[in-house]
């Protein structure tokens, strides 16, 4: 079993960067590939970013790329979002995922409870 916090969210203002976090419990989750998705009110959850078990290979949105950054550090259970240049239109919560690195929801099965961000213009 793996369990997940996500943290870090809060109020930004549009072209600020936030760093997000997500923690996790669980001896197996050094061999999960993770995703980061967001779900604004009344849309569906998108994914952002991914990055395999060992930290070698990311993916991203076509949206985020060049601006957000996932990484992770095995050794403490954590993966990590930089997010660059924030736009008021990327205000959602965002959640981690663990079992894929790639964007079907479904591949996953352990997730995040999410923080929000909040992106004023």
């Known amino acids: 079993q793996v369990q997940l916090v996500e943290s870090g969210g809060g109020l930004v203002q549009a072209g600020d960067s936030l760093r997000l976090s997500c923690a996790a419990s669980g001896s197996t989750f050094k061999t999960l590939a993770v995703g980061w998705f967001r779900q604004a009110p009344g849309k569906e959850r998108d994914f952002v970013a991914g990055i395999n078990y060992s930290g070698g290979s990311t993916y991203y949105a076509n949206s985020v790329k060049g601006r957000f950054t996932i990484s992770r550090e095995n050794a403490k259970n954590m993966v990590y979002l930089q997010m660059n240049s924030l736009r008021p239109e990327e205000t959602a919560v965002y959640y981690c995922?663990?079992?894929?690195?790639?964007?079907?929801?479904?591949?996953?099965?352990?997730w995040g409870q999410g923080t929000q961000v909040t992106v004023s213009s």
């Open positions: 995922a663990a079992g894929s690195m790639w964007p079907g929801l479904s591949s996953y099965a352990y």
